[in-house]
């Protein structure tokens, strides 16, 4: 095996484990699982609507090293280092990155689908991961403009932070976070898929590695924020109107992100 493999194998585990340090992290504070069922979910004790300060600890430090890559020599010289090593060995430039980063979301609704239990129901679920994506492209589409890094490949000046990145990992936690409760290992599953998609995108010379780095930040960072801001949206959305019905469906076309709503009351 090459030392080029051995260290992309690396910087896999690397992430891989710092994912589940955070999974465990918040596996602690679990909620009581009743028995009522309800569209494959599980219902679960209400979650206080407060934002857990220490689940923010690992999506600040990839921010911060991403940030950080932008400006200090020994971080930009890794990404330059990192390319060059890459190039070296002139993988095959595939494009299933651009279908992984919605992967571990595609199999929350598979799996409900199916029958295995998740945290919230249709309704719910398409609220926080389409809230998720809103913040996503809210945070790396301006800040693509307004930063104007060169990507390696130099086809544009948009390659900070990484959006594919950004939304594989708030694809993850968003799993993560359905799971964590019921079946730990299938929750953190998805980061496998959102590790694949930042490291193909510095294979397919799309991305450095600091801008893949803080794209993982901040996706993890949106759902996050989703989750915190899911009773505020769900009140705001349907009120105390027992007759309303809504459908939210999540949607991705031509390269934007946006959540389709339809209410009858």
């Known amino acids: 095996m090459s030392k080029y493999t051995y260290k992309i194998a690396a910087a896999y585990i690397i992430l891989l484990s710092a994912c589940g340090k955070f999974s465990a992290q918040n596996t602690m504070d679990t909620l009581q699982v009743q028995e009522t069922k309800q569209d494959s979910t599980a219902v679960l004790a209400p979650e206080k609507s407060h934002l857990n300060y220490k689940s923010l600890i690992v999506p600040a430090a990839f921010i911060g090293y991403g940030v950080a890559s932008l400006s ?34 595609v199999l929350v609704y598979g799996l409900n689908a199916a029958g295995v239990q998740g945290k919230h129901n249709f309704k719910e679920r398409s609220i926080i991961y389409g809230t998720s994506m809103l913040i996503t492209s809210a945070i790396t589409i301006p800040l693509k403009h307004i930063v104007k890094e060169e990507r390696p490949d130099q086809s544009n000046n948009l390659s900070f932070p990484s959006g594919h990145t950004a939304i594989a990992f708030a694809s993850a936690q968003f799993m993560f976070r359905e799971y964590k409760d019921t079946n730990f290992w299938l929750g953190i599953s998805g980061y496998s898929f959102a590790v694949f998609t930042g490291v193909y995108r510095m294979l397919n010379d799309k991305h ?27 009140t705001m959305l349907g009120g105390k109107n027992k007759n309303t019905a809504m459908m939210v469906m999540p949607f991705y076309q ?11 009351f």
């Not at 031509?254 to 009858?264: C, F």
């Open 254 to 264: 031509n390269k934007s992100v946006g959540i389709g709503l339809v209410k009858t």
């Open 208 to 234: 450095w590695v600091g801008d893949v780095v803080a794209g993982a930040g901040f996706g993890i960072l949106s759902t996050e924020l989703a989750y915190w801001l899911y009773p505020k949206i769900n």
């Open 72 to 105: 200090v020599k020994k971080l930009k010289q890794i990404n330059f280092s990192t390319r060059d090593e890459i190039n070296e060995h002139k993988p095959d430039h595939i494009k299933l990155d651009n279908y992984t980063q919605f992967a571990p979301a």
